[in-house]
């Protein structure tokens, strides 16, 4: 068969699976479901690198298999699961189609210059990469969520739509400005993943309040499809 299918890649494969399911599950307003399948996919992107590391005898075909399959699992996983959910969050006017369209074309900017570098500095040197350039694509895994629990603080679902609204357009910049931004060390892995973990629960315990995500849909369309 074409590709490659040993123990490096298990997870990238298992993080597209997770991202598509939560496609399903948004175009069905499963919201709360979606979410964690794209919290459940940054996880699982979070360490398939360090596995990919282990195995010490990879080809060159094998570690730029694994950068490209990589690049095109983010896309899926933090370009595509996020803009469905934006847009049946409320991101459905010309305004929020444009900064949605805006985020994917920049995160699919970002990739493709990433693959370049990545080629390129894996060719230079066998030293694991210390900083990125720009905000890395898989950051949406944890904003997301993290942006659903910080909205229990916001008095009505309309002031959630425009949170949402900033932080695609503003995530969607960062993708594509130029600065550093410092890979976490192992310890601070473990507390972010903490972190995220307490937001899923959040996303699919709590119930009550106006942001009881499997009908934040249905609120949106008995307003008239309105903020």
């Not at 010309?94 to 990433?114: D, H, M, P, S, T």
């Not at 315990?205 to 849909?217: H, K, P, Q, V």
Request: net charge positive.
């Amino acid at each position: 068969m074409i590709g490659f299918y040993d123990y490096t890649v298990i997870m990238t494969y298992i993080s597209v699976v997770s991202s598509m399911i939560g496609i399903f599950c948004a175009m069905t307003d499963r919201i709360a479901t979606a979410v964690c399948c794209l919290a459940f996919s940054g996880l699982c992107d979070m360490f398939d690198g360090k596995i990919a590391r282990t195995k010490k005898n990879r080809t060159d075909e094998e570690k730029c298999f694994g950068i490209q399959i990589d690049s095109l699992a983010d896309i899926v996983c933090f370009g595509i699961l996020p803009i469905i959910l934006g847009f049946k969050l409320g991101m459905y006017h010309v305004y929020g189609v444009a900064i949605l369209l805006f985020y994917g074309l920049a995160g699919l900017i970002r990739l493709a210059y990433f693959n370049v570098m990545e080629a390129k500095r894996q060719s230079e040197t066998s030293e694991n990469r210390k900083y990125y350039q720009g905000l890395p694509i898989t950051s949406m895994s944890v904003i997301l969520p993290l942006l659903f629990v910080a909205s229990m603080i916001l008095p009505d679902y309309k002031w959630f739509v425009v949170l949402l609204h900033i932080t695609m357009l503003a995530v969607g910049l960062l993708f594509i400005l130029d600065f550093k931004f410092r890979k976490p060390t192992n310890r601070e892995l473990v507390i972010l993943v903490a972190i995220v973990a307490v937001a899923v629960l959040f996303v699919l315990f709590y119930n009550e309040g106006w942001w009881r995500f499997s009908y934040i849909y249905k609120i949106s369309l008995e307003r008239g499809g309105t903020l």
